[in-house]
């Protein structure tokens, strides 16, 4: 499914990196240990995190990641979006939670890595 | 719809050659010094000209005007007939294909198979002859044509070759010991650029030409080295040296040291302040990720000089 779809589907903010929706989303991931991201989130998943500091753009580059969703309507720090947009990596923010983003997420299609 | 494929599939595969006779015009190939006859010299003076010049027909000019065409059949037929002194006007044949110097190669093709005939006068656009094209006239052409885009592919080659990858490095040079040695100096207590220097490091190696998945390892593996410098230390360096046989990354700082290494390293342990697992960090995995990422790693721990981690990565695992 691409990024594109999803942004669709489920009403998601861009907040950056809006170049990069066609992004092919593999699976998801939902964690808010950055390390566990690192060892366990597989090329081209989504992530869906509360974290809005910019030390999740670079693990979500240094991964593969086709994007990250920032949960309760979460906004990304100035510096997460610049870096983003440099990186090239999608941010989008959905008001609903993580449980229920991750359940939908699931129901349409989206499987864990 | 299974037609449309294959006929576009085989558009696609249009070749080089093909491809030639749509940019090469008649008048790149044709041998422009041509030997001609008058109408009036006779059978046996054509002989005698075909003979020293090797040749098996020509065109028959009259006062600059291409007349006719004379080929070494018309000679045999005239010999059967027992006609050799006859001139070459009652033998040659006028009704004549011609092709134009600015006509592509591709028509000068099709005419080649649609008529039959050995040889085709050039004319200028004004009419007057200015070559001569046969098959071969052809043939050549072509094979010079790709002798030069031969030639100018394997400069392009040479080019790129120069490109200095990893592996061929190694290989070229000869030394006791050679390595490539990457710096980076990490900001202690501050998480902001954390992850700069492991991404501008795979960015280097991935240059050298070190392959993605062992691009992946190093670069987790110094990620998790970088968090760790940047979340504990009052700062310090991560250094990568590339060899012949593989890559060893290290992580070294200025203080405070772990005071117990076995216990840092089980997974969970943390001394993480606040500030940190706010961010998401101080889990108590970046080790385990290291040690997971690297075929090699060492830890080795002083209160309070400081810490030195070495990650060893192998090329072939």
Redesign the interface.
């Known amino acids: 499914m691409k990024l594109n779809d999803i942004v669709k589907e489920f009403g998601l903010e861009v907040k950056a990196g809006s170049r990069h929706l066609e992004n092919e989303v593999t699976g998801g991931y939902v964690s808010?240990?950055?390390?566990?991201v690192?060892?366990h989130a597989e090329d081209g998943v989504l992530w869906v995190?509360l974290?809005i500091?910019?030390?999740?753009v670079?693990?979500a580059?240094?991964?593969?990641l086709s994007g990250i969703v920032l949960v309760q309507g979460r906004a990304p720090e100035k510096?997460t979006v610049a870096k983003a947009e440099e990186e090239n990596i999608p941010i989008m923010v959905t008001d609903l939670s993580a449980f229920e983003l991750v359940g939908r997420l699931y129901k349409a299609g989206i499987r864990g890595a | 719809m299974a037609t449309q494929e294959k006929e576009q599939g085989t558009l696609d595969r249009v070749t080089k050659t093909q491809e030639m006779v749509y940019e090469i015009t008649v008048g790149e190939v044709m041998a422009s010094k041509v030997v001609t006859v008058r109408p009036d010299q006779t059978m046996s003076e054509l002989r005698l000209l075909m003979r020293d010049n090797r040749i098996s027909g020509t065109p028959v000019v009259e006062n600059g005007k291409l007349v006719g065409m004379i080929s070494i059949e018309d000679l045999i037929n005239a010999l059967n007939d027992n006609d050799i002194n006859a001139p070459i006007r009652d033998k040659m044949k006028t009704k004549v294909e011609c092709l134009y110097v600015d006509e592509l190669l591709v028509h000068c093709i099709a005419k080649f198979s649609k008529h039959g005939y050995r040889r085709y006068p050039v004319l200028s656009r004004a009419e007057e002859l200015v070559g001569i094209i046969t098959k071969g006239s052809i043939v050549e052409g072509l094979l010079k044509r790709l002798e030069i885009e031969y030639e100018h592919n394997e400069a392009k080659a040479a080019v790129t070759r120069q490109r200095p990858t990893m592996r061929k490095f190694f290989e070229d040079v000869s030394a006791d010991e050679i390595s490539f040695t990457f710096k980076y100096n990490v900001v202690g207590q501050s998480?902001?650029e954390?992850?700069?220097a492991?991404?501008e490091l795979?960015n280097a190696l991935k240059k050298l030409g070190v392959c993605p998945p062992l691009l992946?390892r190093i670069?987790?593996a110094t990620?998790?080295a970088e968090?760790n410098l940047a979340s504990y230390t009052k700062g310090g360096v991560i250094r990568a040296q590339v060899e012949k046989w593989g890559i060893t990354v290290e992580a070294v700082d200025n203080g405070p040291g772990i005071p117990d290494v076995e216990r840092a390293m089980q997974p969970g342990y943390s001394t993480a302040p606040d500030w940190v697992r706010e961010?998401?960090?101080g889990?108590g995995?970046?080790l385990?990720?290291i040690k997971?990422c690297s075929d090699e790693m060492d830890l080795k721990s002083t209160v309070p000089s400081g810490t030195h981690l070495t990650m060893q990565f192998y090329y072939t695992s």
């Open positions: 808010d240990l950055l390390s566990d690192m060892a995190t974290h500091h910019q030390n999740i670079a693990v580059s240094h991964k593969g510096d | 998480l902001k954390a992850g700069k492991a991404s795979k992946r670069g987790v990620y998790e968090i961010l998401g960090f889990a995995m970046g385990v990720n997971k």
